[in-house]
Nanobody
Framework: VQLQASGGGSVQAGGSLTLSCAAS????????LGWFRQAPGKEREFVAA???????FYEDSMKGRFSISRDKAKKTIYLRMTSLKPEDTAIYYC???????????????????WGQGTEVTVSS
């Protein structure tokens, strides 16, 4: 599976962005696709994910502001980000894996494939 992330950019606080991640290769109902982010000097953190079959998961602090969705025909997932804050500034990575048990989904080690990242900068 290869992943291509896009949609990053610079936005002012309170603004919105939608990231896209296009997958090539085989996806199965057992696949999980997710978003992680890494801010400068910080560890990579989980943002959101969804099972290719159904079910979405969010980091608690991002619920209500971020929304993950998918287009199965295009094999693409999206991350809609609203009410952006300067602390959302990071490189956002999409990832794909096959560990669908909920407890594993927020863990980066559960993902076998990673996209190249797309940079999001939120200014105050």
């Amino acid at each position: 599976v290869q992943l291509q992330a896009s949609g990053g950019g610079s936005v002012q606080a309170g603004g919105s962005l939608t990231l896209s991640c296009a997958a090539s290769g085989q996806l199965h109902s057992s696949s999980v696709l997710g978003w992680f982010r890494q801010a400068p000097g910080k560890e990579r953190e989980f943002v959101a994910a969804m099972r290719w079959s159904a079910g979405s998961f969010y980091e608690d602090s991002m619920k209500g502001r971020f929304s993950i969705s998918r287009d199965k025909a295009k094999k693409t997932i999206y991350l809609r980000m609203t009410s952006l804050k300067p602390e959302d500034t990071a490189i956002y990575y999409c990832a794909a894996g096959s560990r669908t048990i909920a407890g594993y989904i927020p863990e980066a080690k559960s993902y076998d494939y990673w996209g190249q990242g797309t940079e999001v900068t939120v200014s105050s």
